[in-house]
């Protein structure tokens, strides 16, 4: 599998951990003066694309896009992936861009907690969406499952511990509850059937009779979860903090969980729940919610608070196994799995219709020749599509006998600026490699004002090319400013009415 990603910053250590996994990862990140565009890692390349740095985000995004596509253009890097990741919100315009161009590319994004309420602004536009998304916090996660059309997967991949207040819960004591601190829990519902708010009602009103002064607050998206919320506000133990927390923050999250003494997680493996590692980093013992009667639940919460030490142990354990999952090769692992699910199945996203190199949709009606144009897009960037019949590609490949195997589609641009071209008089002429599949590509032009010709053909490992088919030639314009022309008046008379 091979993995484009794209990131305004790149984590150089998972990264590094998805090739260890067998992936062939090549990285697309900012440039900075003094530093190399291309760059060998162990096991995985990096290139830096220098881009115009400065004005609003969405001038900073475009443009950092467009020199994305050049370089994977110029540098045939990035135009075999099977999977673009967009690692962050700046990135993501550059990343649709370049899954545009790659036929059956995968194309997922990450939304962090600092990027939390950014997710209607996604910046992919029309062309391209995400099959999946990457959350590396739980809360962000549900509230993103609200957002997302179905069939869009989200996962969770944690990054790093709660943000917000990191104040050390107060434990529940019997003196601290008579002393008219009441004792704080928070519950995490979940959209899969769990816990009924009916049983979570009686649970805790049976609780608060004595545990004088008990507050819960509750997080969740949808609807079972403002259910619960209703039934602990109708028994007056809903926390202030609950109020609204389906659009609350996740620093609210964080805040409620670092002051709570227990948490309960809707789960019936919290081991396997985002909101448990995260209070198990947090010092807090975690009950399970679903699974259990009244009674089971009452006895479980009473015992995680009057009792703590009794989760001393459990806690340790769960912190350790929480700490494992913040690890680059765990957090590999879970955007590893996403891949194999995103490639394998998930739903075709839209893109810009184009013709396909050997595969792909047929067309209605069969190509007579293979074709080859050039259109100009602005001073230095040309559009080259093309459509090649099957037979020609035969006969390339046959003509390449055993280097076969290692060919590769490639485009042969010429500049004849200002020449009678005959095939052999270029001023300069270089290579384009392709991947199989594509139809079309932007490919730049150091200078404006060119005229180009161009040759697609199939390149051997070795460099020699067998040229399939030509183009006609194509004339750039010159970078300027626009013609002024004349100015045209026009002399409004006023009505006169009719005596």
């Known amino acids: 599998m091979r993995v484009a990603l794209v990131g305004w910053d790149m984590d150089a250590q998972v990264a590094g951990e998805l090739a260890r996994l067998g992936a062939e990862v090549v990285g697309f990140t900012r440039w900075f003066p003094d530093m190399p565009v291309h760059e060998v890692r162990d096991g995985w390349t990096l290139v830096r694309c220098p881009h115009r740095i400065g004005g609003m985000d969405r001038d900073e995004a475009g443009a950092f896009a467009i020199a994305v596509v050049r370089e994977a253009s110029t540098s045939g890097t990035g135009f075999a992936s099977d999977v673009v990741h967009a690692l962050d919100r700046r990135s993501r315009a550059a990343a649709a861009e370049l899954a545009s161009r790659i036929p059956g590319a995968a194309l997922l994004a990450s939304l962090g907690i600092a990027e939390e309420g950014l997710e209607d602004e996604s910046g992919f536009g029309r062309r ?70 009916r049983l979570a009602a009686l649970a805790f009103d049976e609780l608060r009779r004595s545990m004088p002064g008990l507050s819960v607050a509750v997080f969740g998206v949808g609807p079972r979860a403002e259910l619960v919320r209703r039934a602990l506000d109708r028994i007056g133990v809903l926390a202030g ?29 919290p081991s396997e729940d985002g909101a448990a590692r995260l ?59 996403a891949y194999l699910d995103a490639v394998a199945g998930g739903p075709a996203a839209p893109r810009v219709p184009g013709r396909a190199v050997g595969r792909g949709p047929r067309l209605a009606f069969p190509e007579l020749r293979s074709r080859l144009a050039l259109t100009p897009i602005s001073p230095r960037e040309v559009l080259a599509s093309w459509s090649l019949r099957r037979e020609d590609w035969e006969v390339a490949l046959e003509w390449a006998g055993p280097e076969a195997v290692r060919s590769r589609p490639a485009l042969r641009l010429f500049d004849v600026t200002d020449l009678s071209f005959d095939g052999r008089n270029a001023h300069s002429s270089w290579d384009v490699e392709l991947g199989y599949g594509e139809g079309h ?28 088919v030509h183009s006609r030639l194509c004339h750039l314009p010159r970078e300027g400013l626009a013609p002024a022309l004349p100015t045209r008046r026009m002399k409004v008379v006023p009505r006169r009415d009719p005596p």
């Open 128 to 197: 391209m969406q995400p099959r999946g998304w990457i959350c590396d916090h739980p809360w962000v996660a549900d509230r993103l499952r609200d957002r997302v059309p179905p069939g869009v997967a989200v996962r969770l991949a944690l990054r790093g511990e709660v943000d917000g207040e990191a104040e050390a819960g107060r434990p529940a004591t019997e003196e601290g509850a008579a002393g008219g601190a009441g004792p704080r829990i928070f519950v995490s519902i979940s959209r899969r059937p769990g816990v009924s708010p």
């Open 241 to 269: 903090e609950s109020s609204g927390s389906a659009t609350g923050s996740a620093a609210a999250w964080g805040r409620a969980l670092h002051a709570a003494d227990v948490v309960g997680v809707d789960a019936r493996r």
């Open 279 to 337: 209070a198990w980093l947090a010092g807090r013992p975690v009950v399970r919610l679903s699974g259990l009667d009244r009674q089971a639940l009452v006895r479980a919460l009473h015992r995680a608070i009057r009792e703590p030490g009794r989760f001393a142990e459990d806690v340790e354990a769960g912190r350790a196994l929480a700490l494992r999952d913040l690890e680059p090769s765990a957090v590999a692992a879970r955007w590893l799995g």
């Open 441 to 468: 590509r932007a490919i730049p032009v150091p200078r404006d004002g060119r005229s180009l010709a161009a040759c697609l053909g199939l390149k051997t490992r070795s460099g020699h090319f067998h040229p399939l």
